[in-house]
């Protein structure tokens, strides 16, 4: 009796030692999530804040182009009259977006939303209104998925141990846990609040943030909805790529198209002009340009988050919304070869990308090549090619290769697409590295 009483509690201590080595289990996102934010392909991207008073950077001009007071008192000025939550949303739906990002807060630590954790918020400007709120409002009333983004530093809280972008000398007073702490009140909040479909964090590569913070403020966010989809600058690590030890769901390359990918889900955030918060007469892309962006990273197999920096008296600029405005028009002709499509199965190169879905074959086309030859797909024949919604294009295909020619101009000198259809399923093809650039 003593003895097995001796070896059961042996073995209660045992399995009481072994449950609590386990490291804390969190569900990540499922694939079943993730697969439909890929599905999306397109979001829009806004940075904005009171730095636009100033047209300088969100990211790093504090404590550089623009003197510390003065940026910091700039929220003091803030007052976006025409801001309307409504036609910002109506601009990304105009532009075939089927998602919106929202710069909750920004590395200079200003929160757009009535936040009870800092004064340094929207409440406290001229404009007083919450405009993560009415955000999230008119994306509900016009079906846009709402994302959040939001920061791991914070050059402005003293509780953070830097002040501005390349600073070495870490603040004494500052307190990382008091940080973390306003981190998951201010996560919950915006959770609570706003239910956004997706978290963008960013600045993990800041050396007070540890990988260890990464996955606990990880865990923290799942506990209040596992459903919320978290981008991968929470942990440390390359932000263009996943890895084992990555914290989130998805990569996301930053102002480059991410390299094809077809296992993990990936996001390229890019400007409209060059700079992300608004700058006066800043340079703006292409029609062509944004297109073949678009292209090219649903050719890799990645979505596209297009970003725009909306002016201090809270209007989009005309002229970019124009912009978006022509996106959205190509994409109500060609969007069968963007939404819900995979990349592949040939590797984008400068005049074209490729996209699948079913048995079809989407060729995006920048040039007006007239001929153009791919490697064979042995045991895929095409039953038929042409232009999206337009001319038959001929076609030849023998063991080695396939050619596809045409005569004349394509439907669309900025990016025209041509359908192969093929006999069978063609999204498990293995990717093709096909190359002639022809
Ligand atoms: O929110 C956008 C950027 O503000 C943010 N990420 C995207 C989504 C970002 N913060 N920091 N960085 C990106 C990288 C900063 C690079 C810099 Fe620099 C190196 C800033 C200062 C030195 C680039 C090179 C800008 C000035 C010199």
């Not at 895929?380 to 294009?393: D, Q, T």
Request: net charge neutral; aromatic share 12%; with cysteine.
């Amino acid at each position: 009796m003593l003895k097995k009483i001796l070896l059961l509690s042996t073995f209660f201590c045992f399995s009481f030692v072994v449950i609590h080595a386990q490291p804390k289990s969190v569900a990540k996102t499922s694939k079943e999530v993730l697969d439909g934010f890929m599905d999306l392909r397109f979001g829009l991207f806004i940075h904005w804040g009171p730095v636009t008073l100033r047209g300088t950077e969100i990211g790093w001009s504090r404590n550089h182009q623009v003197k510390q007071n003065d940026y910091d008192s700039l929220y003091k000025e803030f007052n976006p009259v025409l801001f309307d939550a409504e036609s910002w949303v109506k601009t990304a739906k105009s532009a075939g977006m089927k998602y919106l990002t929202i710069t909750a807060k920004h590395h200079d630590g200003f929160c757009l939303w009535p936040t009870a954790f800092t004064d340094y918020n929207i409440t406290n400007t001229p404009y007083k209104k919450d405009i993560v709120g009415l955000l999230a409002k008119a994306c509900k009333k016009y079906d846009v998925k709402l994302c959040i983004y939001y920061t791991v530093l914070d050059w402005y809280s003293k509780d953070y141990p830097l002040h501005n972008d390349g600073a070495k000398q870490p603040d004494t007073n500052a307190n990382m846990q008091r940080f973390t702490q306003y981190m998951k009140n201010q996560l919950k909040e915006l959770i609570t609040n706003y239910h956004p479909y997706m978290l963008w964090f960013d600045g993990n590569w800041e050396a007070p943030w540890t990988q260890e913070m990464g996955e606990d403020v990880y865990a923290f966010i799942k506990q209040q909805d596992p459903l919320v989809i978290v981008n991968n600058r929470l942990g440390k690590g390359d932000h263009k790529v996943l890895s084992s030890s990555t914290v989130g769901d998805y990569a996301t390359p930053e102002q480059q198209i991410g390299e094809m990918n077809m296992q993990d889900p990936w996001e390229s955030c890019i400007t409209i002009c060059k700079q992300w918060a608004w700058k006066p007469n800043d340079e703006m892309k292409s029609l062509k340009q944004c297109l073949q962006t678009l292209a090219s990273t649903s050719g890799g197999n990645g979505n596209l988050l297009f970003n725009v920096g909306p002016m201090p008296d809270g209007r989009i600029e005309e002229r970019q919304i124009k912009r978006l405005q022509e996106i959205g028009a190509w994409l109500h002709k060609n969007g069968e070869a963007i939404y819900g499509t995979k990349g592949g199965p040939f590797v984008t190169d400068s005049v074209k990308a490729f996209t699948r879905k079913g048995n079809k074959i989407y060729v995006h086309l920048f040039e007006n090549k007239q001929q153009l030859q791919f490697k064979n797909l042995p045991g895929y024949k095409i039953k038929s090619a042409s232009f999206l919604n337009g001319h038959s294009v001929n076609f030849q295909q023998d063991d080695e290769k396939i050619i596809v020619t045409w005569v004349g101009q394509m439907p669309d000198n900025n990016c025209s697409v041509i359908v192969l259809e093929m006999n069978q399923n063609v999204e498990n093809i293995p990717v093709v590295n096909n190359s002639p650039n022809n």
